[in-house]
């Protein structure tokens, strides 16, 4: 069992920056691929990043490449979303979900992911 809790959203201008992070507990963390997510009204979750068990790949969705990374910290059992250039497309609920598998290939659907998080909300202003 994977217990997330995200923290970090807030509201930021555009052009700003945000970093979320997402605590995670249990012993198996380390051994998990972990998923970033949003979803705004109206609209489907969808894959924002992902990030291999052990940090080495990395994935992105294309409308936050270049302006969103994604890191982890097995020893302290988080992983981050470090996003930067924010625009008003942006906003929305932001959740970390964790993937069993190795993540390799980083998993891009949401029915992949066993565990969720609450979620924070990302609101930018124009």
């Known amino acids: 069992q994977v217990r997330l809790v995200e923290s970090g959203g807030g509201l930021v201008q555009a052009g700003g920056s945000l970093r979320l992070s997402c605590a995670a507990s249990?012993?198996?963390?380390?051994?998990?691929?972990m998923g970033w997510f949003r979803q705004a009204p109206g609209k489907e979750r969808e894959f924002v990043a992902g990030?291999?068990?052990?940090?080495?790949?990395?994935g992105y969705a294309d409308s936050v490449k270049g302006r969103f990374t994604v890191s982890r910290d097995n020893a302290k059992n988080t992983v981050y979303l470090q996003m930067n250039t924010l625009k008003p497309e942006d906003t929305a609920v932001y959740y970390c979900?964790?993937?069993?598998?190795?993540?390799?290939?980083?998993?891009?659907?949401?029915?992949?992911?066993?565990?969720w998080g609450q979620g924070t909300q990302v609101t930018v202003s124009s």
């Open positions: 990030i291999q068990w052990s940090g080495r790949s990395t």
């Open positions: 249990g012993r198996t963390f380390s051994t998990y691929a």
């Open positions: 979900a964790a993937d069993p598998g190795s993540g390799n290939p980083i998993a891009t659907m949401a029915h992949e992911y066993y565990y």
